[in-house]
């Protein structure tokens, strides 16, 4: 009898079988994620003959942290996505135990890309050896694995994720390393920059160390994972997630926080930072955030909606945990500030608008504005804070009628905008703000996107964003606007409802 053989990975069956009892309440529809299983980290994020890549950690085995392989998926257009069959799995010895996070580029001359990435393996229980891998692509499906090209310097468990990029005629690459001090028998988290020929045989293969880069400022942050080097206006911003931050005030609330440096930097050249560090995103759900170039020459970002420290309901229960943020786009903006907003392309995934404003909300009153918001929606908002005297506005969303509903409330009093899940559903709860200023029409805007299992709320013009997962219970899920103290005044308010990604 004649074999057919399977087209199936290992990795691709092991989704095809938690797929089939996947429960989709929370699961995302204007977001990316794996089919089912668990996913981290955004990787290799690129662009090859017309369709954007994405690629990310994903344990196909399980919705909890595993066994990482790289999954994918991709699009013409950053709005309409395919998911793609599992790019890497474990071949190496050196990856083993896990094909960790990593980036792409594309290669000259119309070659296909290349993807740097970290081999994860353990050594014996808690001591782990992390080791710099190339695979290169001509489709951005099927990869030819190169092996290891950078070895870690002896004693160095924590040495992952390398970004590459060029510049002039060469390639760089930045990692996340974790020195020991011998001064106080500590490691100090770093980032270190390495490069390589741009053609020839050591291209991407041979890589010499230029020297750190980048020293956390903060002594207890042991570690840089997943940095991130790019040049933005006429700056460089430097990118990381640090780990062994301690919670103060509004900042790092998170197990381990993604910030960003913005400063100068060329070839042979120092970095000197101008700014002091800022979070990248205030919400409770954002980590490793990875960037690329688009072909018109945005800087495009997306970050993980996830945690390693706070265990999401998803994971134990829907055969599913993780998504990406939406895609967003990056400027310089005044002050050397990075703006963050929601890619343009976006928009073409509104369906149906509702035009609900100008509108007054009189002290201390509330107007319903849906029922039922079903599915993934965007609000557009324009608090005109320069004709109101309310002291708080606050938009109520996934409100469902058990009472449970999360809050997204711009407080006059501490400037702020939060978005609170004290009364959220299911999930850990708390509250995350970002600062706020109105602008020079006293205007303060605020583009609101929920999806089944997450709010995610861009302030004013792309100066701050806060992104948290959310996972309200099932039935309708209202809308409500809120005043306290005196009126709200909203020179526009909509409500968009949008298509699903995949
Ligand atoms: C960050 C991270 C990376 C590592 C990957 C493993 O979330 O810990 O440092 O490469 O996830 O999945």
Known sequence: MQQTADPLSAADRGVVRMHATRNDRWYPLVHIAARAGWINDPNGLVHLAGRYHVY???????????????????????????????????????????????SAVALPDHQGIAVLYTGHRWLAPGLAQQVQCLATSTDATTFVRHGVVIEPPEQMADF????????????????????????????????????????GPGALRSWRFEG??????IDEVFMAECPDFFPLGDRWVLSYCAMGTRPHGYLDRNVNNARYVVGDWAPGRAFTPVT???????????????TMQSPDGRRLVWGWMGSFGRPEPVSQSDGWCGQLTVPRELDLGPGDAVLTRPVRELTALRRSSCDLGPITVAANT????????????????????????AERITLAVHRTPDGHQTLVVWDGQSGRVHLDRGRSGAGDRGSRSAPCAPDAEGLLRLRVFLDLGSVEVFVGDGDQVISSMVYPPQGPRAVAICAECGDARLAALRIHHLDAIF
């Open 56 to 102: 990310f950690q994903h344990n196909p085995f399980g919705s909890q942290w595993g066994l990482m392989h790289w999954g994918h998926v991709s699009s013409a257009d950053l709005v309409h996505w395919r998911h793609e069959p599992i790019a890497l799995a474990p071949e190496l010895e050196a990856e083993r135990d896990g094909v960790f996070s990593g």
């Open 276 to 290: 002091g560090e800022l979070p990248c995103d205030w919400g409770h759900s954002y980590y490793a955030p990875q």
């Open 366 to 389: 509330e107007r319903s504005l849906a029922a039922d918001l079903p599915g993934a929606a965007e609000i557009e908002l324009a608090l005109d804070l320069a004709h109101s005297d």
């Open 212 to 217: 750190v880069l980048y020293r956390s400022p």
């Open 160 to 199: 992952r994720d390398p970004k590459v990029w060029r510049t002039g005629n060469r390639w760089y690459l930045v990692l996340g390393a974790s020195p020991l001090d011998p001064a106080d028998g500590r490691r100090h988290a770093a980032v270190w920059l390495y490069s390589s020929d741009l053609q």
